[in-house]
């Protein structure tokens, strides 16, 4: 059970140039996040997905797309990098728990990727 | 949408002594809120989190306690240990129902623990 894995973890990207980075979960959650991580500035939403097919926009989409083709795996592209997207970029799942005091939705992260962009 | 406050942004403490940190939230559909410490290099893992149908939730050291009509919540840690030092964030969210949205989180508590 590996929970969370991201590829790659680290990446330099030119400013023009397109790239994927890939999440995987083996823990059979309905949902997953793609985060973007910047000095002082916590995590911050860019897109999620509540099941296979279906996206949506977070917090800071613009820039990025994403795709849910498959339950296990989400997909975060770049179509034309830009410097303001160097960053830590780190994906998550969850699944509803029920638990004593009512459903939570505790988070699973992966490790992260660390992406430069010249 | 929500914004999430969070304070101090570094805490340094004394190994032994207790640890405080501070969250206020805007958004009154907010009904979980969890504490997330990142260690260096690593990604966020969940360490408590609170509903809103509860005032205060406690794990061992660890205690979280929500005001709703404040709304705000704060972590708590006593008898903090060396290995406690790490970037600690708090989170809110609106998740209920049959769906999860995401969590807005705060922009996060550098403790650190001196020996």
């Known amino acids: 059970n590996a929970g969370v894995t991201q590829t790659p973890k680290f990446r330099v990207l030119k400013t023009g140039q397109s790239m994927t980075l890939l999440c995987a979960q083996d823990?059979?959650?309905?949902?997953m996040y793609w985060y973007r991580q910047d000095p002082g500035m916590g995590l911050r939403l860019i897109h999620y997905?509540?099941?296979?097919?279906?996206?949506a926009k977070g917090e800071v989409p613009d820039g990025y797309n994403v795709s849910r083709l498959k339950k296990q795996n989400f997909l975060l592209g770049l179509e034309s990098a830009a410097p303001s997207q160097t960053s830590v970029y780190f994906c998550?799942?969850?699944?509803?728990?029920?638990?004593?005091?009512?459903?939570?939705?505790?988070?699973?992260f992966g490790p992260g990727t660390r992406l430069t962009v010249t | 949408g929500e914004n999430v406050e969070q304070h101090p942004s570094t805490l340094s403490v004394q190994e032994g002594d207790s640890a405080v940190i501070k969250c206020t939230y805007s958004d009154s559909a907010s009904n979980y809120f969890p504490w997330y410490k990142q260690e260096l290099g690593k990604g966020p893992q969940l360490i408590i989190d609170i509903r809103s149908n509860v005032g205060e939730k406690k794990d061992q050291r660890i205690a979280v306690t929500l005001n709703k009509t404040a709304k705000h919540f704060s972590l708590h840690i006593t008898e903090t240990q060396p290995e406690d030092s790490a970037v600690y964030f708090c989170?809110?969210?609106?998740?209920?129902?049959?769906?999860?949205?995401?969590?807005?989180f705060g922009k996060g508590t550098h403790l650190i623990i001196q020996p």
């Open positions: 823990m059979n959650h309905e949902y």
């Open positions: 998550a799942s969850s699944s509803t728990v029920l638990a004593s005091g009512g459903r939570t939705y505790e988070q699973y």
């Open positions: 997905s509540v099941g296979e097919g279906t996206t």
């Open positions: 989170a809110a969210s609106r998740a209920g129902g049959g769906g999860a949205d995401g969590l807005t």
